[in-house]
């Protein structure tokens, strides 16, 4: 293959941007005018049906559930998406588009919004949808013993009622501009009335074949599927593997197509496949080391500070995520949010500082803390930069490495400091309210503050963008300084496929192209 038909293929395939195909076209000395057309040839490649696709993934336990509600990890994430379908969801531009819901409408004030659902969607047991469904899936989210994330961003649904046979009314006690943001989150995928959500009953592009929690999943083909534009291989097998290793070889062999979470260690390794490509995009993943906020010694905001002066983020971001990835600030907001607050002042690896507040607190150690790489690949190595810090500050971290299995059952909101990692979420009010929230169901610190619960309520329903963002930049202030978090780098997030794979489309929000590649990709020759 010559380097110009090389090139069209790499944009095909995804794995370049269609910038970088410019740039490239014109390095080769292709005119401006005909790569833009070769170019847009490339890139409408059609997608081809057929097949069978294996994707490897992390974050699969026993415990696991094929109730979207229970999602924690992303190997139900991905797997669960492939069966339900949302009212809508986020695209490659973090911009809320249709799904089940063609079209929505908020009245003045943003307290009432309507919802006309589509009218060419059926069940994959062949039972068409409904407003009764619709509200039937919303309402078994807010019940008093949902433990849905979800339930933490429809606190303020008051009401959900079927207007018409297919219009769905929200009514809220308070404004809130995101709410199609809200139905769109990816626990809510629509069932019908009455369903327990494990029959695997939902409007997706794959009904289920088997599960296996633990273990893996299959699935084929809805026959009854509404979309065109996904669905496209006739079977999906979903394989649990937890280990980094495994899955880079899983990829290598062929025995996987997909995989997520690569190790930046191995990127260079499947660069040097022609067999594999890297999907890799900076988007709103970050990782994290949550100290519990009701556990001695971090009730103390001091030692929280201390451990947070202590943290040389700029080692982790050079050793852990080699370059894949930027310094974090203590606070979960991207800098792409419209809401980011870049003013607050970046924090430093500072022994000194640390010092000094370990030192407020009377403060001797030693702290454990429990990390495994089942949390985020480099956990372990970016623990042992954490606790050399520590050490500067004449503090002894011991770091506890814990089995990647079970590791999210275990260990995550049970030790009193362990590893994390957050893929982001679209908006603000999303990420604050799922996990920063003083009652948040993934409140992972377990901070408490009604001064910040307070202040992310009113900002949910201010319409005043101006003073909507300061209230967004005062919460991050607040976490930034106060919380449980620390937040030492924001990841890329990197897949990787086998160059069958096309039509790959990478999401700043969420691993394997917002969870949804396995129903949107296909394979060729």
């Known amino acids: 293959m010559d380097r110009w038909s090389a090139l069209n293929s790499a944009l095909a395939s995804g794995r370049i941007s269609r910038r970088e ?3 490239a076209a014109a390095a080769l000395g292709v005119s401006a005018s ?30 696991d559930s094929l109730d979207p509600a229970t999602y924690t990890a992303t190997f139900m994430q991905v797997a669960g998406l492939q069966i339900y379908d949302g009212l809508a969801e986020t695209d490659e531009h973090n911009k809320v588009r249709p799904m089940l819901a063609e079209s929505w409408e ?15 969607v059926v069940f994959n047991n062949g039972k068409p949808l409904t407003a009764k469904d619709v509200v039937y899936t919303f309402n078994q989210q807010r019940q008093p013993s949902s433990k849905s994330p979800a339930k933490a961003l429809l606190t303020s649904v008051v009401d959900v009622k ?5 219009e769905v009314t929200f009514t809220l006690s ?7 943001y809200v139905v769109a989150d990816y626990h809510i995928g629509i069932g019908p009335e009455g369903t327990n959500f494990k029959d695997a009953v939902g409007t997706g592009p794959y009904t289920l074949v088997n599960f296996q929690p633990g273990v893996r999943m299959q699935t084929k083909r809805n026959p009854h599927y509404w979309r065109t534009d996904r669905g496209f291989v006739d079977t999906i097998e979903t394989l649990a593997i937890n280990d980094d290793t495994a899955r880079m070889s899983a990829l290598l062999s062929g025995s996987a197509d997909l995989i997520n979470r690569v190790d930046p260690k191995s990127v260079a390794l499947l660069k040097r496949s022609p067999r594999v490509q890297i999907f890799e995009i900076a988007g709103a993943a970050h990782y994290t080391f949550p100290m519990r906020c009701d556990v001695a010694p971090f009730t103390d905001n001091n030692v929280r500070m201390g451990m947070k002066w202590a943290t040389d983020r700029e080692t982790m971001v050079r050793n852990v995520l080699l370059g894949h990835g930027r310094v974090g600030n203590d606070q979960p907001i991207p800098s792409f949010d419209q809401f980011y607050a870049a003013d607050i002042p970046q924090r430093t690896f500072d ?18 803390l429990s990390v495994s790489d089942g949390a985020f690949n480099g956990a372990v190595d970016a623990a042992e930069i954490l606790a050399a810090g520590a050490a500067k500050a004449g503090i002894t971290v011991n770091v506890n ?21 957050w893929d982001g979420r679209p908006t603000a009010d999303q990420m604050f309210s799922i996990v920063y929230k003083s009652d948040a169901p993934w409140n992972e610190s377990f901070w408490k503050d009604p001064a910040f619960d307070k202040l992310l309520l009113a900002a949910r329903s201010e319409l005043d963008e101006a003073k909507r963002r300061q209230m967004y930049h005062d919460m991050q202030a607040m976490v930034t300084d106060n919380s449980g978090e620390i937040i030492p780098m924001f990841n890329h997030t990197i897949d990787a496929g086998s160059s069958r794979v096309r039509g790959f489309v990478q999401r700043p929000i969420l691993q394997l192209g917002g969870y949804r590649a396995p129903s949107m990709v296909w394979l060729s020759s």
Not at 110 to 118: D, I, M, P, T
Not at 162 to 166: K, L, R
Not at 174 to 180: E, L
Not at 352 to 367: E, L, N, R
């Open 351 to 368: 022994p000194d500082k640390a010092k000094f507040y370990f030192k407020k607190a009377s403060f001797t150690g030693p702290v454990t």
């Open 401 to 421: 490495r814990t089995p990647a299995d079970g590791y999210w059952d275990n260990v995550w909101m049970k030790a009193a400091w362990c590893a994390s990692y």
């Open 34 to 63: 005909v790569a833009t057309a070769a170019g847009s040839a490339a890139a409408a490649e059609t997608p081809k049906q057929g097949g069978h696709l294996t994707v490897g993934l992390n974050g699969a336990g026993a415990g």
């Open 21 to 23: 195909f410019m740039t």
């Open 162 to 166: 079927a207007t018409d046979t297919h």
């Open 106 to 120: 908020a009245k003045p004030g943003a307290k009432e919004w309507v919802f006309k659902l589509r009218r060419d």
């Open 174 to 180: 308070s404004g809130n501009a995101d709410m199609p």
